[in-house]
């Protein structure tokens, strides 16, 4: 077979992006490169991979089932990809670094003291965000690295290592009605406004459990909110007991919320990258960091 590689990027593409059009804007090339990769790659197969009669393209019984080679093969070859560039490239000359702003800030200011004394000559450019913005900037390249909560369902392209967990509080301030319920109950949460992070851009957001919420893109500013007997919480357990809000806050049960409060933090990476030296230091020291 002579199939290459970018027939099948072709391929999954349009199957993912639900048309031949959508493809190549997302590959950034001609409609008719996509649709002749396509059907250079049935030719070589022998069979075809999409019924055209409709007005957008919908895989044949054989295209579903090659559809699912296609993508092993083609993460296969990213992470391919990937390893001959760590070997064909020294030490990075500069990194970006994407962060949740709602990571604990202690551990990652001393790893990147350390950053700084041992690759003296790195190029470093920290950025920060929250939730999804962080896994946005990875797979559209404008962050190398980005270490995130996480919560919601990644791209493909990209690759999540876990390095921690951690939980979250639910807060209001001294002064609010929930203060006297040390318990509350999901029908007495309810009665109040609920504050709750979602993207910069509003494409997610965590889920409100008080019919009456307000959105806010940052835990910092949501616990100043709350200081102020805006509304009530639930914001990572590390912020909670933070120094600048402790006298005003107040940490309730959460005994009777159903839902999981336990959040995994890991650092995530377009797949087709490779990892050069200063990336792998990184990656072991923040685990070593967040183990002790």
């Not at 030490?91 to 003291?113: N, R």
């Not at 700084?116 to 000559?121: A, D, F, I, L």
């Not at 109040?192 to 008080?210: C, M, N, P, T």
Request: glycine content about 6%.
């Amino acid at each position: 077979m002579n199939w290459t590689l970018d027939q099948l990027e072709a391929f999954v593409t349009s199957v993912k992006q639900g048309s031949f059009s959508s493809a190549a804007r997302k590959l950034g090339k001609a409609q008719s490169r996509v649709s002749t990769a396509i059907a250079n790659l049935e030719a070589d197969l022998g069979f075809e991979l999409f019924d055209r009669s409709a007005r957008l393209p919908v895989l044949t019984a054989e295209g579903e089932e090659m559809f699912i080679e296609a993508q092993a093969v083609f993460s296969q070859c990213q992470r391919l990809q990937s390893r001959a560039m760590t070997v064909g490239r020294g030490e990075e000359l500069s990194l970006t670094v994407a962060m949740d702003e709602a990571v604990p800030i202690a551990a990652f200011e001393e790893l990147f003291q350390q950053l700084g004394v041992k690759y003296p000559t790195l190029r470093l450019t920290i950025i920060n965000g929250s939730q999804d913005d962080i896994a946005n900037w990875v797979e559209e390249k404008k962050a190398d690295i980005g270490i995130l909560f996480h919560s919601q369902a990644l791209s493909d392209v990209l690759e999540f290592s876990p390095i921690g967990q951690f939980r979250h509080s639910l807060i209001v301030s001294s002064r609010h009605p929930l203060a006297s319920h040390p318990a509350p109950s999901l029908s007495e949460l309810n009665q109040y406004r609920q504050l709750v992070i979602r993207d910069r851009v509003g494409h997610s957001q965590a889920e409100a459990f008080s019919a009456l919420h307000w959105y806010v893109d940052s835990y910092y500013y949501i616990s100043a909110l709350v200081a102020r007997g805006i509304g009530w919480a639930l914001i990572p357990e590390h912020i909670a007991s933070a120094e600048w809000h402790s006298n005003d806050l107040r940490v309730l049960s959460t005994e009777h919320i159903p839902h999981s409060l336990l959040v995994e933090m890991g650092i995530v990476t377009r797949r087709d990258r490779g990892d050069g030296p200063i990336t792998k230091w990184m990656y072991s020291t923040v685990m070593k960091m967040l183990a002790d």
